[in-house]
């Protein structure tokens, strides 16, 4: 499996913007997909956004129009771009990726979390 290391996270003003990257040990083409999740504390972990081989994306409702996934398969990274930030926002976001469709999440590669907070 791969290794997976987030970057990017910090302190934000509502409003502002972030862009969070996720860089992988090996090749990233071959993966089925690659996601961002989010957990805020006493709250259950968030599926935000996914990329899957082939570049389609999908994003959870809370922040369509707002975020954009991207790949970078030359670099093995992905990147999540967040704009207008809110208060909910605020989460530990974690980089996940499936080596194939029969691998759920759960059972394939995360990194440590990287904290962003949404605060005035």
């Known amino acids: 499996q791969v290794q997976l290391v987030e970057s990017g996270g910090g302190l934000v003003q509502p409003g502002g913007s972030l862009r969070l990257s996720c860089a992988a040990s090996g090749s990233i083409s071959s993966l089925y997909s690659m996601g961002w999740y989010r957990q805020a504390p006493g709250k259950q972990r968030e599926l935000v956004a996914t990329i899957y081989r082939r570049d389609s994306t999908s994003y959870a409702d809370s922040v369509k129009g707002r975020f954009t996934i991207s790949r970078d398969s030359a670099k093995n990274t992905i990147s999540l771009q967040m704009n207008s930030l809110k208060p909910e926002d605020t989460a530990v976001y974690l980089c996940?990726?499936?080596?194939?469709?029969?691998?759920?999440?759960?059972?394939?590669?995360w990194g440590q979390g990287t904290q962003v907070t949404v605060s005035s």
């Open positions: 996940n990726a499936r080596p194939n469709i029969f691998i759920q999440a759960d059972f394939g590669s």
